[in-house]
Nanobody, 122 residues
């Protein structure tokens, strides 16, 4: 199994930036497709971005395209989510997740981190 730990969340003003990290241990990160998801209060968990094992395939939720960038460093066993031009509607708990196959449906992912809170003030 792989253990995932997110970091980098916090409070930021609208228009600001944050960089989330997801560090993996227990298994080599390169074995897994990695996704970022988020869940706002009272809402379902939603897909944000996903990156293939090699990093050659990347997909984003439409509302974050051009603002968020997912990347990975397999040598460091870490996945990143660079978030720019943040909006209040980006406020949520952000989770990283891993699976051997590429999905945008959170129900397909086997491994999850504990989440990190991102709050964007207006």
């Amino acid at each position: 199994q792989v253990q995932l730990v997110e970091s980098g969340g916090g409070l930021v003003q609208a228009g600001g930036s944050l960089r989330l990290s997801c560090a993996a241990s227990g298994r080599t990160l390169s074995n897994y497709v990695m996704g970022w998801f988020r869940q706002a209060p009272g809402k379902e968990r939603e897909f944000v971005a996903v990156i293939s094992r090699s990093g050659s395939s990347i997909f984003y939720k439409d509302s974050v395209k051009g603002r968020f960038t997912i990347s990975r460093d397999n040598a460091k066993n870490t996945v990143y989510l660079q978030m720019n031009s943040l909006k209040p509607e980006d406020t949520a708990v952000y989770y990283c997740a891993g699976d051997p196959n590429i999905y945008t449906d959170s129900r397909e992912y086997d491994y999850w981190g504990q989440g990190t809170q991102v709050t964007v003030s207006s």
